[in-house]
């Protein structure tokens, strides 16, 4: 809010109770007494405690530039891919100024935002039991190789890693000694599809119900030393180690995204979302962040409650909390 960073507009306001008043985080207005200021998530909730809209921001309205952005997103859902030639035909801006107001606002280009989407309807045909080559039809590439190229070097853009309970695939796993306790770290050909902390052949079951399971041999001993040392010593090298993981397009944006927060720092839910572009998104950014397969090396423990505490973590909040102290060292 000091900042007046537009970005987090919708994902919080700003709340003055000396004044009586409520504003988006970028108001240009003078910034006011921490003393006198509380955050609330909607306008609903600002009302609610006896706050009226600024006139100056108008937050509880629909700013001209985020409904030429909706409107661009509803074209492109139902079109497909568009020129920001035509896009900016439709918006009123020029193709420089409307590019550059998308990716602001979404935390994509106007041309990556519709190749997301695609990969997205790819995974979705794929879950309703179409083959790879009726799935990549049906969400418009024109075949294969188009899709492969699309997608290359992008976690887990596979058709085949989006085939459900991991058919048709090996996976390699061993419990390892660290100093967090036993940890579960399993690896295809491609890397490391899942690391967790207190389980065992069972949960990768469970999680993989119809790939082979294999004790993890020779070949796989550098990778996992690799994972072992991210977790006793966190530094930049953990970057380097191969995954192979599947989800939707939006989870990969989000786990993207965690891999992006420097070691020794933490986000919110509602940063997180704001940094991909959709403010609004607190709850799916959770659920992302729920669905992760991989501890530490996407590092989903960097995610932290709104109030600074630590929040929830699938392994426990004492890990959660050495980890953050390891990666602050």
């Known amino acids: 809010m000091l900042a007046k960073d537009r970005r987090f507009d919708g994902a919080f306001v700003t709340g003055v109770h000396s004044t009586g008043i409520y504003c988006r985080p970028s108001c240009p207005a003078r910034a006011p007494h921490r003393k006198n200021v509380r955050f609330y998530a909607s306008p609903a909730d600002a009302e609610a405690a006896g706050l009226r809209a600024c006139k100056r921001c108008s937050p509880n309205t629909q700013s001209a530039e985020e409904a030429c952005v909706l409107a661009a997103i509803a074209a492109i859902r139902e079109q497909g891919a568009l020129t920001l030639d035509q896009l900016a035909d439709l918006t009123g801006y020029t193709p420089t100024h409307f590019q550059r107001l998308f990716k602001r606002t979404v ?22 039991g179409l083959g790879v080559t009726e799935a990549l039809a049906e969400a418009g590439f024109s075949g294969p190789e188009q899709f492969y190229t699309e ?52 949960e990768l079951r469970a999680r ?26 966190p530094g930049p090298g953990s970057a380097a180690i191969p995954l192979d993981v599947h989800g939707t397009a939006f989870q990969q944006r989000v786990w993207e995204e965690l891999r992006r927060i420097p070691h020794g720092e933490t986000r919110s839910y509602g940063e997180l979302a704001a940094a991909l572009g959709n403010p609004k998104a607190s709850r799916a950014v959770g659920g992302a962040n729920g669905a992760n397969n991989i501890a530490v090396l996407i590092p989903c423990h960097r995610v932290i409650a709104s109030d600074g505490t630590l929040g929830g973590y699938a392994y426990g909040l004492e890990i959660k909390a050495e980890l953050l102290r390891r990666e602050g060292r």
């Open 107 to 128: 935390g994509l280009s106007p041309a990556a935002f519709a190749r997301a989407l695609r990969e997205e309807r790819v995974r979705e045909a794929l879950g309703r």
């Open 151 to 202: 997608t290359k070097g992008r976690l887990g853009m596979r058709p085949s890693d989006w085939t459900r309970g991991g058919a048709g695939r090996v996976i390699h796993w061993a419990v390892l000694p660290t100093s967090l306790g036993p940890m579960l770290v399993a690896a295809t050909e491609v890397g490391v599809c899942c690391l967790a902390f207190g389980e065992g052949e069972a």
């Open 208 to 233: 993989f119900p119809r790939a082979e399971l294999l004790p993890a041999g020779e070949a796989f001993r550098e990778l996992f030393a690799k994972v072992v040392a991210a977790v006793e010593q």
